[in-house]
């Protein structure tokens, strides 16, 4: 059997805090290293991700829900004997932002529309709307519907329905 050298780590960290309008805010910040040798060649994966979300109650009747996300993916290659990337090296960013407001129709109706913005390498920018409305049957059963308009890259609609 054939041992490769491995070596790798990461680490997470979370702020929450809730401000004096009664809202909440939390940051997320996580970092990952994985390096590997293998066929003649060394290769290193790096990943950096950091989310912002915000929370706010409105009214006892609507929520709003926003956020940003920043991702960045990080290969560096050796050529190898066997194989070589190319690139040798490649860095890969995902941007995000998001809104969602979560209104109560009714005392076991509710509806929540949002939308996704992201910017990355492959496709540019890309819009993802979305609605789900839900009706709390009891406390067991939940029916529900969503809509959703998917990315340029998955290019189609998306519906759902459900009892839960």
């Not at 960290?13 to 003649?40: E, I, K, M, P």
């Not at 060394?42 to 991700?49: H, N, P, Q, V, Y």
């Not at 819009?127 to 049957?137: C, H, K, R, T």
Request: hydrophobic share 30%; with cysteine.
């Amino acid at each position: 059997m054939t041992r490769y050298p491995e070596a790798g780590g990461n680490i997470l960290g979370r702020w929450n805090h809730t401000l004096a309008n009664g809202s909440d805010v939390s940051f997320q910040a996580y970092y990952d290293r994985h390096q590997y040798s293998s066929v003649g060649s060394t290769d290193a994966i790096a990943t950096t991700d950091l989310d912002f979300q915000h929370h706010w109650a409105i009214s006892p009747r609507q929520d709003i829900v926003w956020g940003l996300g920043f991702r960045s993916d990080r290969q560096d290659s050796t050529p190898g004997y066997s194989k070589t990337f190319v690139p040798l090296q490649r860095t890969d960013n995902l941007y995000s932002g998001f809104v969602q407001d979560e209104i109560r129709l009714a005392r076991s109706v509710w509806l929540t529309v949002g939308a996704k913005l992201e910017r990355n390498n492959f496709s540019g920018f890309e819009y993802e709307p979305s609605a789900q409305l839900v009706w709390a049957i009891n406390d067991r059963h939940t029916l529900w519907t969503s809509e959703r308009e998917l990315s340029a890259r998955r290019r189609r609609r998306k519906s759902a329905c459900g009892l839960t």
